[in-house]
């Protein structure tokens, strides 16, 4: 069963708060310029993952405020099953991730160190009460409820390995996959071992990872990333424990900062993120993935609002950097708490568990 917060179906967002009326809304994003049509080199049209038509309605547009990116990009939604997806692809998706990186580089901000630490003490055994409030207050550290001892974990884009490290030091039997090389030698350098660089199937085809009875599978801040969402999570479905818990963490499409923000909203993240979830199309690709949702709610995704409002009034092009000051982004933490706790929060966390059981 479904459980724990109201499911809001798509475009119904702007009129979920009665005190911001779509008029203001409005007149915020229209301040937003309008990109040009024309499409980036080395890319295409992109087509519905889940039912592989072409076009749809555009919801917004803008730019790669992060890295620069040359060209404009547009979130569609497909007329037939409302799943928004970035238009248009491109042709090579890892040319596209920077040398630079965060998620992929030796740097570890204090943001990534805090929820390493966070992860570490929720995931023990025993964890109990503080595990919950760690999780609820860190979305990083949600493993969706209590571990057994020496669990077996896998982090699926598990990056340069601290989510992995942190499973291991509280004494769980951990694993990670990674497509970046570069991310995965970062790990290997800082001493984590069990992370491996690839895709999931050739990891697991490979006898690189554990080959099934995972007790707990997270994938945090991914899935927007792929491509064919629905493929991974039947291959995740297959790869399981049946009591096993999936926890997905993803940018929340109708938060209140992307319906302020628009185009400029941090959490698009041109064109790496492929894929723009709401809660109704995040319940319904896990259920054609073959899991059920056992509860879901809005999280905040640190650094996302300062970064959202850095690139706005930048007019909607590249950030100019102030968004990363340390003081900045502590001093915008409540208010992303805040919007987390009031279901606009600039992610969606859901923990699920294979359907059918």
Not at 3 to 28: K, N
Not at 239 to 250: A, E, F, K, N, Q
Not at 265 to 270: K, R
Not at 316 to 324: I, K, P
């Amino acid at each position: 069963m479904f459980g724990g917060s109201r499911i809001a179906g798509p475009g119904a967002g702007s009129r979920g708060w009665a005190w911001l009326p779509d008029r203001i809304l409005s007149r915020v994003n229209s301040n937003v310029p309008a990109h040009a049509a024309a499409s980036p080199p080395g890319t295409h049209p992109s087509t519905c993952p889940l039912c592989g038509l072409e076009g749809g309605r555009e919801i917004l547009a803008g730019t790669d405020h992060r890295r620069g990116t040359p060209g404009a990009f547009r979130v569609i939604e497909c007329p037939s099953c409302r799943l928004a997806r970035t238009d248009p692809w491109p042709d090579d998706p890892g040319a596209w991730y920077p040398d630079e990186y965060p998620q992929h580089g030796g740097s570890e901000s204090l943001t990534a160190r805090a929820s390493r630490g966070a992860l570490q003490r929720a995931s023990r055994p025993g964890a109990g009460r503080l595990g919950r409030l760690l999780g609820r207050a860190v979305p990083e550290a949600d493993t969706g409820g209590s571990l057994a001892p020496a669990s077996r974990i896998l982090d699926v884009g598990a990056g340069t390995g601290g989510a992995v490290a942190a499973f291991r030091a509280a004494g769980h039997d951990a694993w990670g996959v990674e497509p970046s090389l570069r991310a995965v030698l970062v790990a290997e350098a800082r001493g984590t071992t069990g992370v491996v660089p690839g895709a999931l199937d050739d990891a697991l085809g490979g006898g690189l990872i554990p080959s099934g009875d995972y007790d707990l599978i997270r994938m945090s801040q991914v899935l927007e990333h792929v491509p064919d969402p629905v493929a991974l999570l039947r291959t995740l479905r297959r790869i399981i424990s049946p009591t096993g818990r999936l926890v997905v963490g993803v940018p929340n499409l109708d938060s209140l900062a992307r319906r302020m923000t628009g185009g400029a909203w941090d959490g698009l993240e041109f064109p790496r993120h492929l894929v723009h979830y709401t809660r109704d199309s995040l319940l319904w690709v896990l259920a054609l993935g073959g899991f059920a949702v056992t509860s879901m709610r809005t999280a905040p995704l640190l650094g996302v609002l300062p970064g959202s409002i850095d690139a706005r009034t930048a007019g909607g092009d590249h950030q100019r950097g102030w968004s990363d000051a340390l003081v900045v982004r502590v001093a915008m933490y409540p208010v992303e708490w805040t919007l987390g706790a009031l279901g606009q929060g600039d992610g969606l966390v859901a923990i699920a568990e294979p359907a059918g059981n």
